[in-house]
């Protein structure tokens, strides 16, 4: 009899550290390979060696942010020789994101080290650049709808699911058995990205959770941005946005840009003090349609300005003219965004807004509860600045579009397991999918087993 078993080694319980041990006729695979963030218990596990790693044949990357890409470095440090398997856009967002993610770590080694405030005797970086490169010479292009076989009657393909760019779900065949991995599943009307394809019929959906219990925001995003710009803009201050590098910072260019063409907020200057942001723009000139808009375009040539340089990102930290700074990373956990924010949060006239999803545990969190001081730097800041978050810009399908994803899917699955979202937010959706479908669901907690019958 033919074994499939399921083994949830991260993003569970939690929204970083997604990797799922799929175990067939004893063979290995790993679908997704993410770093731990936000608390520290769970970033700790991020130096721990995975079991087994010689037995894992395949890793299937579902896409490239960090918290489903960022152990890789690690797994191959191990000793896994195997493909990891992606889209090619993929492929072309995790180099830029990996090779970013080593040269903070390498960076916050270092500075650790010189200014003496790590805990350990030596501070050291997860992986390096070097780690990366090796990694990357194990990457595997694949077409949406290519059908890949890593071994004796299991065989997978990528479809796409609207998150990011190049991302994808995973339909994966373990002989007769149908598993679906959602991967993080987009949004249903999405502002610049195409929407999910159709849930296939399968007998077990590995679900994301991320926003299992709430709702965005209704109000469109453009109005949100307008809002927030415009009352920035009376305070005269600096308008600090820590964004993804992937997707979401070319969507707030795009909307301050149109909302510039429209006259809805003041001509500012936008720097895009990210040299990762900027890399990832040009990856996807060819993805997105909104380059097509010559009106647009023309905004964005007049009023964005791409930082690469590090000299020149410092001479921009302290311009004390008003300003609109798109910097890294998304929830503040390292990146530029912080010597921004050094110079800038305790400024009552300053405004941060926070376009993205807050992991417990980060300093974007930290900020959106209010706290009065964060620490950056082996140091704790004041928070005078004016704090603000804006919903309506995820890449993550809500409650409802989750559920009215699997409604639109080709049938609905036989069973669901939720992984990839806090606890309370798995829970409520739990108790919504079975309400509404009578399917069977459960929720993934850190290394729990689930054994698939045949
Ligand atoms: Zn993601």
């Given at each position: 009899?033919?074994?499939?078993?399921?083994?949830?080694?991260?993003?569970?319980?939690?929204?970083?550290?997604?990797?799922?041990?799929?175990?067939?006729?004893?063979?290995?695979?790993?679908?997704?390979?993410?770093?731990?963030?936000?608390?520290?218990?769970?970033?700790?596990?991020?130096?721990?060696?995975?079991?087994?790693?010689?037995?894992i044949t395949d890793v299937i990357l579902t896409h490239a942010h960090l918290d489903h890409s960022g152990y890789l470095p690690r797994l191959v440090k191990q000793g896994f020789k195997g493909a990891i398997h992606c889209t090619s856009i993929t492929a072309r967002l995790a180099e830029i994101i990996l090779m970013d993610s080593a040269k903070i770590q390498e960076e916050d080694a270092e500075r650790a080290n010189r200014n003496n405030y790590s805990r350990h005797p030596e501070a050291k970086p997860l992986y390096t650049v070097e780690d990366v490169k090796v990694c990357l010479g194990q990457f595997q292009e694949h077409d949406f709808g290519e059908w890949v076989v890593?071994?004796?009657?299991?065989?997978?393909?990528?479809?796409?699911?609207?998150?990011?760019?190049?991302?994808?779900?995973?339909?994966?065949?373990?002989?007769?058995?149908?598993?679906?991995?959602?991967?993080?599943?987009?949004?249903?009307?999405?502002?610049?990205?195409?929407?999910?394809?159709?849930?296939?019929?399968?007998?077990?959906?590995?679900?994301?959770?991320?926003?299992?219990?709430?709702?965005?925001?209704?109000?469109?995003?453009?109005?949100?941005?307008?809002?927030?710009?415009?009352?920035?803009?009376?305070?005269?201050?600096?308008?600090?946005?820590?964004?993804?590098?992937?997707?979401?910072?070319?969507?707030?260019?795009?909307?301050?840009?149109?909302?510039?063409?429209?006259?809805?907020?003041?001509?500012?200057?936008?720097?895009?003090?990210?040299?990762?942001?900027?890399?990832?723009?040009?990856?996807?000139?060819?993805?997105?349609?909104?380059?097509?808009?010559?009106?647009?375009?023309?905004?964005?040539?007049?009023?964005?300005?791409?930082?690469?340089?590090?000299?020149?990102?410092?001479?921009?930290?302290?311009?004390?003219?008003?300003?609109?700074?798109?910097?890294?990373?998304?929830?503040?956990?390292?990146?530029?965004?912080?010597?921004?924010?050094?110079?800038?949060?305790?400024?009552?006239?300053?405004?941060?807004?926070?376009?993205?999803?807050?992991?417990?545990?980060?300093?974007?969190?930290?900020?959106?509860?209010?706290?009065?001081?964060?620490?950056?730097?082996?140091?704790?800041?004041?928070?005078?600045?004016?704090?603000?978050?804006?919903?309506?810009?995820?890449?993550?399908?809500?409650?409802?579009?989750?559920?009215?994803?699997?409604?639109?899917?080709?049938?609905?699955?036989?069973?669901?397991?939720?992984?990839?979202?806090?606890?309370?937010?798995?829970?409520?959706?739990?108790?919504?999918?079975?309400?509404?479908?009578?399917?069977?669901?459960?929720?993934?907690?850190?290394?729990?087993?689930?054994?698939?019958?045949?």
């Amino acid at each position: 009899m033919n074994r499939l078993s399921l083994k949830f080694l991260g993003g569970a319980g939690t929204v970083t550290g997604s990797k799922t041990l799929v175990t067939f006729n004893g063979q290995k695979v790993l679908v997704d390979c993410g770093m731990f963030q936000g608390v520290k218990r769970l970033r700790k596990q991020n130096w721990d060696d995975l079991d087994d790693v010689n037995e894992i044949t395949d890793v299937i990357l579902t896409h490239a942010h960090l918290d489903h890409s960022g152990y890789l470095p690690r797994l191959v440090k191990q000793g896994f020789k195997g493909a990891i398997h992606c889209t090619s856009i993929t492929a072309r967002l995790a180099e830029i994101i990996l090779m970013d993610s080593a040269k903070i770590q390498e960076e916050d080694a270092e500075r650790a080290n010189r200014n003496n405030y790590s805990r350990h005797p030596e501070a050291k970086p997860l992986y390096t650049v070097e780690d990366v490169k090796v990694c990357l010479g194990q990457f595997q292009e694949h077409d949406f709808g290519e059908w890949v076989v890593p071994g004796i009657d299991l065989r997978f393909v990528f479809l796409p699911n609207g998150h990011i760019p190049g991302s994808a779900m995973v339909e994966m065949h373990a002989e007769k058995k149908v598993l679906v991995f959602s991967g993080d599943v987009g949004r249903l009307k999405p502002l610049i990205m195409a929407k999910p394809g159709r849930l296939p019929a399968c007998d077990l959906l590995v679900l994301e959770s991320t926003y299992g219990d709430r709702l965005h925001e209704l109000t469109p995003p453009a109005e949100q941005l307008e809002a927030a710009i415009n009352q920035a803009v009376e305070l005269k201050g600096q308008i600090l946005i820590p964004s993804f590098a992937v997707e979401r910072s070319q969507e707030v260019i795009y909307l301050l840009c149109y909302l510039m063409l429209h006259k809805r907020i003041p001509k500012l200057k936008i720097y895009l003090d990210s040299p990762m942001a900027a890399a990832v723009s040009e990856v996807l000139v060819d993805y997105y349609d909104f380059v097509k808009e010559e009106n647009l375009m023309r905004v964005m040539v007049q009023q964005l300005e791409v930082v690469s340089d590090h000299r020149a990102s410092r001479a921009i930290v302290h311009m004390r003219e008003p300003k609109i700074v798109i910097a890294g990373s998304g929830m503040i956990t390292g990146g530029r965004i912080l010597h921004h924010l050094e110079a800038h949060i305790d400024d009552p006239k300053t405004t941060v807004i926070l376009p993205g999803f807050q992991a417990l545990g980060t300093r974007g969190h930290s900020l959106v509860s209010g706290c009065n001081e964060i620490k950056f730097f082996g140091k704790y800041y004041p928070v005078k600045a004016k704090i603000l978050q804006m919903g309506g810009l995820s890449a993550h399908a809500d409650r409802e579009e989750l559920v009215e994803w699997i409604k639109q899917g080709k049938a609905l699955p036989k069973r669901i397991v939720l992984n990839h979202g806090e606890m309370d937010a798995s829970d409520s959706l739990r108790v919504k999918l079975e309400h509404e479908f009578n399917i069977p669901t459960s929720i993934a907690t850190e290394n729990m087993e689930m054994i698939l019958d045949f």
